[in-house]
């Protein structure tokens, strides 16, 4: 159960439906559901619903790469199990998506695109909780966790033709 955890979505750009807000909690909850354990205490994070160009200029400016990607997640602890203090919640993070990109990948690999995004919502998330794709190992760990979340929420496994993770 994730009750203990404050999502807060905002819109900041892009072309997003009316229902991207909910669509994108849904996906952070799973995922929160699955790598976070509320014995941790309450925490909080952040999904930014936003274009092409404020993705590129965050991953030029913090990751030194001049493109925009998919989805950017910003850790706010660098500890693999974080602790809150003074009863505080955790800072977990902050997650970037990028309309364009997502929509332009989505359309080229002949994904829903609403799939697509709950896919890289979870994929952020699941950076945030400490998970990555640095080597083969991680990758298939991610990758598997990744699979059967969506599958909980009817969304094929978007590995099946493409296995390269979202933001590698």
Do not use: C
């Not at 995922?31 to 930014?48: C, K, M, N, R, T």
């Not at 950017?72 to 203090?85: K, Q, Y």
């Amino acid at each position: 159960m994730t009750s203990a955890v404050d999502i807060t979505v905002s819109r900041e750009a892009g072309a997003w439906a009316e229902d991207a807000d909910w669509l994108a909690e849904r996906a952070a909850l799973a995922a929160l559901g699955a790598a976070y354990d509320d014995e941790d205490g309450p925490a909080e994070l952040s999904i930014v619903l936003a274009d092409d160009e404020l993705v590129h200029r965050l991953n030029r400016e913090y990751r030194g790469k001049d493109k925009p990607t998919n989805v950017l997640s910003f850790a706010l602890t660098e500890a693999e199990e974080p602790e809150p203090e003074d009863g505080m919640p955790v800072m977990l993070g902050d997650i970037i998506l990028a309309y364009e990109t997502i929509a332009r990948e989505a359309s080229e690999q002949r994904k829903n695109f609403k799939d697509h995004m709950t896919h890289l919502v979870m994929h952020g998330v699941l950076h945030l909780l400490g998970y990555d794709h640095e080597t083969d190992d991680e990758a298939e760990e991610m990758e598997a966790l990744e699979t059967r979340l969506l599958a909980t929420l009817g969304i094929a496994d978007p590995y099946a033709d493409n296995h390269q993770p979202p933001d590698r």
